[in-house]
Nanobody, 120 residues
Framework: QVQLVESGGGLVQPGGSLRLSCVAS????????MGWYRQAPGKQRELVAG???????NYADSVKGRFTISRDNAKNTLYLQMNGLKPEDTAVYSC??????????????WGQGTQVTVSS
């Protein structure tokens, strides 16, 4: 019922920047909370940043001061601005959202992920 399409990943040198986007489509009433997760090889998925419908945000300690999460409700889009990228940021980044369907049932959806590789 709800699909997520992610884009913006790629290969970047250390210190570079990338902006990830996640567009939600399908039949739903509204989106509430959204977040970005990442999973590096040999590691478990971790929460990178989250944002609520009120605009409050939270970040993993490892990305504070470098990453910024934002959302555009009119476009049903989630963004992650990543600055000062480090090799340890290399991972598959996935977006997640929670919202309500037209019958007010809650839902949660995951994207397929986009690869971010930081290397010289």
């Amino acid at each position: 019922q709800v699909q997520l399409v992610e884009s913006g990943g790629g290969l970047v040198q250390p210190g570079g920047s990338l902006r990830l986007s996640c567009v939600a489509s399908g039949s739903f009433f509204r989106i509430n909370r959204m977040g970005w997760y990442r999973q590096a090889p040999g590691k478990q998925r971790e929460l990178v940043a989250g944002i609520s419908d009120s605009g409050s945000t939270n970040y993993a300690d490892s990305v504070k001061g470098r990453f910024t999460i934002s959302r555009d409700n009119a476009k049903n889009t989630l963004y992650l601005q990543m600055n000062g990228l480090k090799p340890e940021d290399t991972a598959v980044y996935s977006c997640n959202l929670e919202g309500r369907l037209y019958d007010y049932r809650p839902f949660r959806s995951w994207g397929q992920g986009t690869q971010v590789t930081v290397s010289s």
